[in-house]
């Protein structure tokens, strides 16, 4: 789902652009009633995107692109007719105005920190390494772990962040790629990036002998996952889709901040590498029949969501 994501919120763009850049107005007033809601839908796509292919950059592409379609919209918008809401011509313009609060109320709000009980961990990674979140927020538009709510078991990984490296300019891959999502996952440069314990605790699970598998959404397996459950202030810490045979820790053995676990793979149901790390309530051991609850997670005090680095 990932590169299929990637390209239609380009192709949105790209449209969006086109769009303003080849119709006319009837008058400057409706001209500016349809680049109101061309820039709602933009600002919004721009706060909600996943923008690593093209990198970040590319918002700031389409946003001059968006500038200059702009103003030609209204110098070819140099009518007197009376503005009419009511017209089918308008359904674009109130579509793009709807869509593009939608995404700025998604992209805004999930970028503040839950109400929830919060734990804070130190950063699992080198902070220095442009480690940065692919997937993390208060939003489903920002975090695509809210689609697991749907059930009791899947809610404990609502708050879950995923960590991705990028080098300058927002690239995540070592070389430049066409494929937006290339298959060697030795080509992502968080592949076998150190992770390191986010905060004190005890190790209470762990798998070390799952494959690691290609990248894309066809290898995704889903009989394991390669992972470590720490607990931590009577809070459960799971980092997951590790290196197969990484992990140098132990069960039982009890971990510092900052003591090496093991290095980021790709096993289990993941489409390219990534850390998961999440966050969950400790249940009693008499609660039959119920499931952990989520709990959201600040680094170094941050609270963070798509786009924020460590």
């Not at 805004?108 to 692919?134: F, K, T, Y």
């Not at 990036?193 to 690691?212: I, S, T, Y």
């Amino acid at each position: 789902m990932l590169p299929e994501t990637m390209l239609f919120q380009n192709a949105l763009a790209l449209v969006l652009v086109l769009s303003v850049a080849l119709s006319r107005s009837a008058s400057r007033t409706e001209a500016v009633v349809r680049l109101l809601g061309a820039w709602v839908f933009m600002l919004g796509l721009v706060l909600t995107g996943v923008w690593i292919s093209p990198p970040p950059i590319a918002p700031w592409v389409y946003c001059v692109l968006l500038v200059l379609a702009s103003g030609w919209h209204v110098v070819r918008s140099a009518g007197n007719q009376r503005l009419r809401l009511l017209r089918l011509s308008h359904i674009p313009t109130l579509v793009s105005i709807s869509l593009g609060t939608l995404f700025l109320w998604q992209g805004l709000s999930g970028r503040l920190q839950p109400d929830i009980e919060v734990i804070n961990l130190a950063a699992p990674m080198q902070q220095a390494d442009g480690i940065c979140v692919l997937s993390g927020g208060n939003s489903l538009a920002l975090n695509a772990h809210f689609l697991t709510a749907g059930t009791p078991l899947g809610l404990k990984e609502i708050h879950s962040v995923d960590f991705i490296k990028v080098r300058s300019g927002g690239f995540r891959t070592r070389t430049w790629q066409v494929a937006p999502q290339p298959e060697d996952i030795g080509e992502y440069l968080v592949y076998d990036e150190p992770v390191f314990a986010p905060c004190d605790g005890a190790v209470l699970e762990m798998k070390n002998d799952h494959p690691d598998h290609p990248a894309g959404g066809q290898y995704r397996d889903t009989s394991g996952v390669n992972f470590i459950t720490l607990r931590c202030d009577k809070v459960d810490i799971i980092l997951a889709h590790l290196k197969r045979g990484s992990i140098d820790v132990s069960i039982g053995q009890t971990l510092k901040t900052g003591d090496f676990i093991g290095t980021v793979g790709n096993s289990g149901n993941t489409e390219e590498p990534h850390l998961h790390i999440q966050a969950q309530t400790v249940l009693p051991p008499e609660s039959d029949g119920s499931y952990p609850r989520p709990v959201a997670m600040t680094f170094s005090g941050r609270y963070l969501s798509r786009g924020e680095c460590l």
